[in-house]
């Protein structure tokens, strides 16, 4: 193997990192904000919103996400009121498609996972909020959120890894991040092997990274689920 | 036996009405588990709630903070009626803000405690004092470590529910109850989730805290708190009011044949 070759090919391929991680953390930022809607609907008493949210869940669980980004990366332009409004100048832009569909596509499989977490929620843990006193956004905010949460994270650190690796996809829509620059290297030194090699490792260490992050965010929001301690705890 | 009840503060005809409930009717499908329950408990009030299982008495505590909707009937909480309304065909509370309220004047007691397993204890006695009263957190955290001390678990304040014994996560939950300065403590079936031997220690709280004129309505099957430390039983039977006295009354002459019956079984 050629050290120099890979260390340049390693080089290259860091520039275009930035671009990988403004396409993740959009997406996951945007999509996230999005999931919270989607399952506060699916979840609502009113039936149009709850069916909305299973009809949008469904959908974009049940595509492939390489078509829901050609469809709208080819697809948009070809509605009139899509290509004369105001949106258009941001929609044109390889780099926005790529993050909407990427946050609508994550918002749909995040949706259920939160929603999994509300189910895990003891009912008699909700009943002891309410027996206080609370109800609404109080009781959402102090109780209902901050459990499920703590359900979901592992479903949901899995959810962020994949998002990681789904940004590669953008590259087929003409945005240059690694996936992307890897692949015009290989079609000017046709060196297939290093390069998608040097591209792997790149994700690994990115994945290694955040699943470290969520795995340490788990074991701090769950010291309730780990045996007492043998020394009392100090004072914070 | 001592025949004047323990609770001195609460003489029993004095005191203003802390809680009053009229006629309530709760049915579940066709079957009707409360028949026209009234009740009114004074100020310093201890009543035991007795009764076979399905006898409606959890359900009528339910009731009266709202856990449960009663199909009919009136409740008033110090003397403030619970606003309610018929919407499509059932009986629903008109004033959100009102039941949520209310709730927070009432105390309740669960059988299997419902403390929020990823708070510890003290983050759990203080959370409705901070978040629903809207209190000063520092002020809040004084007044729940002098709760904790009197209920006797202190040194467990920064565990985790998970990490203490049924009988101290249920004083824990008397301590949370309390933190909210509740007019009336509701307890449903406060002891039947514990082994014998941490009973004891959760009736002690209940003790004290009848001594010290708290008003208490307590679902229960321990016959010596009913009969040592309440000033008033009420025994329930198929969802109606079978008998209502003083503790010497009934356990003495006064009882009707199924509440002798009743207290037979547990060797009473």
Known sequence: MDIDFMISTMKTLLAALPMTLALFALSVFFGGILALVIVWMRVSGNAAARNFAKGYIFIFRGSPLLIQMFLIFYGLGQFGFIRYSFLWPALREPFVCAVLSLALCTAGYSAEIFRFGLRAIPAKEIEAARSIGMSGFLLTRRILAPIAFRHALPAYSTEVVMMVKSTALASLVTVWEVTGVAQRLIAQTYRTMEVFLCAAIIYLLLNFLILQAMSLLEYKLTPHRRAAPLFPVPQR | ?268
């Open chain 2, 1 to 268: 036996m001592n025949p004047t009840p323990l609770n001195q503060t609460g003489t029993t005809m004095a005191g203003t009405t802390r809680l009053s409930v009229r006629n309530i009717r709760k049915s579940f499908g066709t079957h009707e588990v409360l028949r026209g329950i009234s009740l009114e408990a004074r100020d310093g009030d201890v009543i035991s709630l007795l009764g076979a299982s399905g006898s409606g008495k959890s359900t009528f505590l339910r009731c009266i903070n709202l856990l449960e909707i009663a199909d009919h009937g009136e409740i008033s909480v110090d003397g403030e009626l619970i606003q309610m309304q018929q919407r499509g065909g059932k009986n629903v509370p008109s004033n959100r803000r009102q039941v949520d309220r209310i709730r927070s004047e009432l105390g309740m007691v669960f059988q299997s405690f419902n403390l929020w397993s990823h708070m510890t204890i003290l983050e759990n006695v203080i959370e409705g004092p901070v978040h629903v009263l809207k209190r000063a957190r520092a002020e809040c955290i004084a007044e729940a470590e002098a709760l904790l001390e009197k209920v006797g678990i202190a040194e467990k304040r920064h565990a985790y529910p998970a990490h203490l014994s049924g009988g101290q996560q249920q004083r824990a939950a008397i301590a949370r109850s309390l933190a909210m300065k509740p007019k009336v403590m509701l307890f449903d079936e406060p002891t039947s989730a514990l082994d014998p031997e941490l009973v004891g220690e959760v009736l002690r709280v209940m003790r004290s805290l009848a001594e010290e004129g708290m008003t208490m309505l307590v679902v229960t099957h321990e016959m010596s708190f009913a009969r040592n430390v309440s000033n008033r039983v009420i025994f329930m039977k198929s969802g109606e009011i079978d008998s209502d006295g003083t503790p010497d009354d009934l356990f003495g002459q006064g009882g009707s044949a199924s509440f002798r019956q009743f207290i037979g079984n547990f060797g009473g």
